[in-house]
Nanobody, 123 residues
Framework: QVKLVEAGVGLVQAGGSLRLSCAAS????????MGWFRQAPGKEREFVAA????????YYADSVQGRFTISRDNAKNTVYLQMSSLKPEDTAVYYC????????????????WGQGTQVTVSS
């Protein structure tokens, strides 16, 4: 298990930008696919984006494609989610996830979770 700590709680207006970060307690660069999920009030947790541990390949949910960018800095054991052109429907608690068994296209909520960070987009 890896301990994950998110940062970047934010209240932003629609159209604005925000960057979330997720620091891992130990090295994740050698085997963990890293990703972000989110959960809006009254809805199930959903996949947002993922980045591979080796090739830095990325994969996004259709709802954020072209607006969000996931990246990782293996030297810092940190993954980032840059969010732009934010919409009110992006309002949710965002969770970082580290999964040693998944690929960027098969992340399904296994592995380790962060505590979550609230993102609120006002209209």
């Amino acid at each position: 298990q890896v301990k994950l700590v998110e940062a970047g709680v934010g209240l932003v207006q629609a159209g604005g930008s925000l960057r979330l970060s997720c620091a891992a307690s130990r090295r994740t660069s050698n085997s963990y696919t890293m990703g972000w999920f989110r959960q809006a009030p009254g809805k199930e947790r959903e996949f947002v984006a993922a980045v591979s541990w080796s090739t830095y390949s990325t994969y996004y949910a259709d709802s954020v494609q072209g607006r969000f960018t996931i990246s990782r800095d293996n030297a810092k054991n940190t993954v980032y989610l840059q969010m732009s052109s934010l919409k009110p429907e992006d309002t949710a608690v965002y969770y970082c996830n580290a999964d040693p068994s998944a690929t960027i296209r098969t992340m399904n909520g296994q592995g380790s979770w962060g505590q979550g960070t609230q993102v609120t987009v006002s209209s």
